[in-house]
């Protein structure tokens, strides 16, 4: 916690001053942790490595309904996305990414690439390894990074209250065991079930349609009515029906 609270601080610092780490400010590489370094503005029409790293942090921000393609390419719906981050963290939505949109990302992200609020081991209570599901163990993992990220954008527009996760990547012994359906998402590593808390479940379950989740399944579904559960399957399905959703 207290590392975290540490590079907050430092992040605001090179905001507020200007300072910059090793190019000038127009690059916008000034950082506050070991993650991921932008080395230039992004704007539609770029595509690269750089650009598929900001879609997985904007992966939260693609509007109702919809989920932000991390392909690399720079398009439409990429500075759409961009737009409405910024404007969440109060910044200047012109759909560019730059020293600000930069600064602010690195202010939310630990040294690991996960977005402060989150962590692998929340995401996966099962195991260390990541193995044992119906993906390989980089694949899971990196598709649990990109729910924790779409999990950040929900937490950020329900007040920054907590979120608790009550489990997240299953292999398919800890699945068997927990009685959960031998094609459940949990096995992939890009579903997330969530407990109530400062929010109801209908709360999450709700605004949770605006974050990137073609899976929400909550309270009236059966077996749901403890915790809503989401995830990134490949077609949307959200019946949460004592929600409205």
Same mark, same amino acid.
């Given at each position: 916690?207290?590392?975290?609270?540490?590079?907050?601080?430092?992040? /605001?610092?090179?905001?507020?001053?200007?300072?910059?780490?090793?190019?000038?400010?127009? #690059?916008?590489?000034?950082?506050?942790? +070991?993650?991921?370094?932008?080395?230039?503005?992004?704007?539609?029409?770029?595509?690269?490595?750089?650009?598929?790293? =900001?879609?997985?942090?904007?992966? +939260?921000?693609?509007?109702?309904?919809?989920?932000?393609?991390?392909?690399?390419? /720079?398009? *439409?719906?990429?500075?759409?996305?961009?737009?409405?981050?910024?404007? #969440?963290?109060?910044?200047?939505?012109?759909?560019?990414?730059? *020293?600000?949109?930069?600064?602010? !990302?690195?202010? !939310?992200?630990?040294?690991?690439?996960?977005?402060?609020? /989150? %962590?692998?081991?929340?995401?996966?209570?099962?195991?260390?390894?990541?193995?044992?599901?119906?993906?390989?163990?980089?694949?899971?993992?990196?598709?649990?990074?990109?729910?924790?990220?779409?999990?950040?954008?929900?937490?950020?527009? =329900?007040?920054?209250?907590?979120?608790?996760?009550?489990?997240? /990547?299953? $292999?398919? %012994?800890?699945? $068997?065991?927990?009685?959960?359906? %031998?094609?459940?998402?949990?096995?992939?590593?890009?579903?997330?079930? =969530?407990?109530?808390? *400062?929010?109801?479940?209908?709360?999450?379950?709700?605004?949770?349609? %605006?974050?990137?989740?073609?899976?929400? =399944?909550?309270?009236?579904?059966?077996?749901?009515?403890?915790?809503?559960?989401?995830?990134?399957? $490949?077609?949307?399905?959200? $019946?949460?029906?004592?929600?409205?959703?």
């Amino acid at each position: 916690m207290l590392r975290r609270i540490a590079r907050l601080i430092a992040a /605001f610092v090179m905001i507020t001053s200007g300072v910059v780490v090793g190019t000038v400010a127009t #690059a916008g590489t000034a950082h506050a942790d +070991g993650c991921y370094t932008w080395t230039r503005t992004l704007s539609q029409g770029a595509s690269g490595a750089d650009v598929t790293q =900001l879609q997985i942090r904007l992966g +939260g921000y693609p509007g109702y309904g919809s989920v932000l393609a991390v392909d690399g390419s /720079f398009g *439409p719906a990429t500075a759409a996305a961009l737009k409405r981050f910024q404007s #969440a963290y109060g910044l200047a939505a012109d759909g560019v990414a730059g *020293p600000n949109t930069y600064n602010k !990302l690195y202010a !939310l992200q630990d040294d690991d690439c996960t977005p402060i609020h /989150f %962590s692998y081991s929340e995401l996966n209570r099962c195991n260390s390894t990541w193995d044992g599901g119906a993906v390989s163990a980089a694949t899971a993992k990196s598709n649990a990074l990109r729910t924790m990220w779409k999990l950040e954008a929900l937490r950020h527009a =329900l007040g920054d209250q907590p979120i608790t996760v009550t489990s997240g /990547f299953r $292999s398919y %012994s800890c699945n $068997s065991a927990v009685g959960g359906s %031998s094609s459940s998402r949990h096995l992939y590593g890009d579903a997330a079930d =969530l407990g109530a808390g *400062p929010h109801s479940l209908c709360t999450l379950a709700k605004q949770a349609r %605006s974050h990137g989740f073609r899976g929400i =399944l909550g309270p009236g579904y059966p077996d749901h009515n403890d915790h809503t559960h989401l995830d990134h399957r $490949s077609s949307q399905y959200w $019946s949460a029906p004592t929600c409205g959703v």
